[in-house]
C-alpha cells in the first residue's frame, strides 16, 4: 500500500494563504508515464468534492471552479510533493484537505472521481475564518 502524507494544515483568517504539502516516495510519482495526483477536501456534513490535479509527466494542472483563480498546484519531483498553494482564503474553504493519487492515468478526464483514486493520505485541516 502506498502512503500519501498532508501538512500544512491550520487556522487561517479570510484572505490569508496556506501551502498544503502532499509527500509520498518517489517510485509513486515515477511508475508510470503518467500519474494523477489530486486534492479533494471534505467539511462535515458534505460531501467529498475535488479541489485540484496535476498530471505528473505532463504540465496539465486542473482546478474546481470555486477555486480558480485562487488555488495553485505545484509540483517537484525532485521532493516528491504536489503542493497546494491556497490564496485569498474564503470561509467556505475551510475542510479536512486530502491528497490522492491515480498511477498510470493522466488527470484528463473524471479527475474530480474519488472513486479512480487508490491512494490516500490521511487529511490535513484546514480552518478559515472571517
Known amino acids: 500500500q502506498v502512503q500519501l502524507v498532508e501538512s500544512g494544515g491550520g487556522p487561517v483568517q479570510a484572505g490569508g494563504a496556506l501551502r498544503l504539502s502532499c509527500v509520498g516516495s518517489?517510485?509513486?510519482?515515477?511508475?508510470?508515464?503518467?500519474?494523477?495526483f489530486a486534492w479533494f477536501r471534505q467539511a462535515p456534513g458534505k460531501e467529498r468534492e475535488a479541489v485540484a490535479a496535476?498530471?505528473?509527466?505532463?504540465?496539465?494542472?486542473y482546478y474546481a471552479d470555486s477555486v480558480k483563480g485562487r488555488f495553485t498546484v505545484v509540483v517537484d519531483i525532485a521532493q516528491n510533493t504536489v503542493s497546494l498553494q491556497m490564496n485569498s482564503l474564503k470561509e467556505e474553504d475551510t475542510a479536512m484537505y486530502y491528497c490522492?493519487?491515480?498511477?498510470?492515468?493522466?488527470?484528463?478526464?473524471?479527475?474530480?472521481?474519488?472513486?479512480?483514486?487508490?491512494?490516500w493520505g490521511q487529511g490535513t485541516q484546514v480552518t478559515v475564518s472571517s
Open positions: 490522492a493519487a491515480r498511477l498510470g492515468y493522466t488527470c484528463a478526464g473524471k479527475w474530480s472521481t474519488a472513486d479512480n483514486y487508490r491512494y
Open positions: 518517489l517510485s509513486i510519482y515515477t511508475a508510470r508515464s503518467f500519474n494523477c
Open positions: 496535476a498530471t505528473i509527466g505532463t504540465a496539465s494542472t
